[in-house]
């Protein structure tokens, strides 16, 4: 067993999908992915050498996982206008497995890929871990390969955190999560701590968004050791779950397969024949979705699962047909029309020249005053197009770190004025249920 059978990324799917842990997957990337690896590194030098060293260190960061002037932008006044809630003397990237023997060791690789060893049951990176109120005892420098594990005082607390750049809409909440609650086992066993609060964070403003479950008097739960025992087994049970999937590929017998949201981000997805089977039935109408149709219980999971990863798959399918196009021209189809660029011309309307003639025209229907309101009404503004103006500005005057300060005081100023309102509305997508709602791929009877 020379490699991890899951990693701690991949858990809830692994939990949900067993099959999964058996098809052999291809590296997957997106831009919303090398943003948050942007956002990682950043911050790993930010906590283990101080702001200023990330500050100078953004720019290469940057241009090594090519993100555009937009999303650096974007990520700059992320990271800026954010705190991390971090206490003193944290480990960042750690990146450990949990052996045959019970044992947890410090393994080398990361980013999901992590080298044979041998005994090696799963493995994960942690973001960032450390204790309170009195901080991890070293018996040597931190950072050596050498270094024997770290201990978390009798008397302590450990915290293990995990980043996250991307949408929460995606990710189990905390008390639920799969890959949080095994790195908080891991990092237990590695530091013999007797209590673990595992914990996800959104960065943002001050603290940004920390999801951790809490008492009635919110206060952070922590995992004790009844919680990592029931943790440690789940996750060798897992295992076993993986190598019969294993076996059974090798013997070309079926896997166990499970479609639904879960799909969405799966290395394995292209070689996943239960998910091909999925799209192909939507695509050729196999899956009835007529309109006026009610659908069955099983049917609405079925298609609310599906629903992200066929998005994708038509994403990326359109994409390939753009590339051959361009590069072959016009694609024949079968009634004699074509697919391809088409030549097209769209009006832009300039706001400041467009208020006037507007209004100009209402007036000689309704009063000054209302023909004033309408015109204005029909203004598009939006928060993203107020940070562009905020970005442009602050880059002509020189000005650095502000972005979130400044769009935070407009904002305010909109509030004071009665020209920023809430309105409530519905939208369909994947969420979670009460308070900060659990997604579809979350793994529910996990500890």
């Known amino acids: 067993m020379p490699e991890p059978v899951f990693t701690l990324s991949g858990a809830s799917r692994a939990a949900l999908c067993p099959g999964s842990m058996a098809l052999p997957t291809t590296p997957s990337a997106s831009q919303a992915s090398d943003v948050g690896s942007a956002g990682h590194e950043h911050t790993q030098i ?7 060293a990330a500050d100078a260190a953004f720019p290469e960061i940057a241009e090594a996982w090519e993100l555009s002037s937009r999303e650096r932008a974007v990520l700059r006044a992320r990271l800026y206008s954010w705190e991390p809630p971090v206490g003193p003397g944290p480990l960042c990237e750690v990146p450990l497995a949990l ?30 871990a450390w204790a309170e109120p009195e901080p991890l005892q070293h018996s040597v420098e931190p950072g050596r390969e050498d270094a024997p594990p770290p201990r978390v005082p009798v008397d302590a607390v450990a915290y293990v955190a995990d980043w996250k750049f991307g949408s929460e809409e995606h990710v189990p909440p905390a008390r639920r999560n799969l890959q949080v609650r095994l790195g908080a086992m891991l990092f237990a066993r590695w530091t013999s701590a007797r209590r673990v609060v595992p914990m996800i964070v959104y960065p943002g403003p001050d603290a940004g968004e920390v999801d951790l479950e809490t008492d009635g008097a919110g206060r952070a739960v922590a995992l004790t050791e009844p919680d990592l025992a029931a943790l440690e087994s789940y996750g060798r049970a897992l295992v076993a779950r993986g190598l019969e999937q294993r076996r059974r590929l090798a013997e070309g017998q079926p896997l166990d397969l499970v479609t639904g949201a879960h799909c969405l981000y799966c290395p394995a997805r292209s070689a996943c024949p239960a998910h091909i089977a999925e799209v192909r039935a939507l695509a050729t109408g196999a899956l009835d979705v007529t309109p006026g149709r009610p659908l069955t219980r099983e049917e609405a999971t079925r298609l609310a699962g599906l629903l992200a990863p066929a998005d994708a798959v038509l994403r990326r399918a359109r994409e390939a047909l753009k590339a051959y196009a361009d590069e072959h021209g016009p694609i024949e189809l079968p009634d004699g029309r074509v697919w391809g660029p088409v030549d097209v011309a769209r009006d832009e309307l300039d706001a400041g020249l467009t208020l006037p003639a507007l ?32 970005r442009v500005a602050l880059a002509e005057a020189g000005v650095k770190r ?24 519905v939208e369909y997508r994947v969420h979670r249920l009460g308070e900060r709602a659990a997604p579809a791929d979350d793994a529910s009877e996990a500890p």
């Open 46 to 52: 930010r906590l283990e050498r101080g702001l200023d």
């Open 359 to 390: 209004t100009s025209a209402l007036a000689a229907l309704v009063r000054p005053d209302r023909a004033a309101e309408l015109a204005l009404g029909a203004m598009s503004v939006s928060k993203e197009a107020i940070k562009d103006a905020l």
């Open 402 to 425: 502000q972005l979130g300060k400044r769009f935070g005081a407009v904002l305010d100023a909109l509030r004071a004025g009665g020209g920023l309102s809430r309105k409530a509305g």
């Open 99 to 128: 052996l045959e023997d019970g044992t947890v060791r410090r393994v080398k690789g990361g980013r999901g890929s992590y080298a044979a060893e041998d005994g090696i049951l799963f493995a994960g990176t942690l973001d960032v």
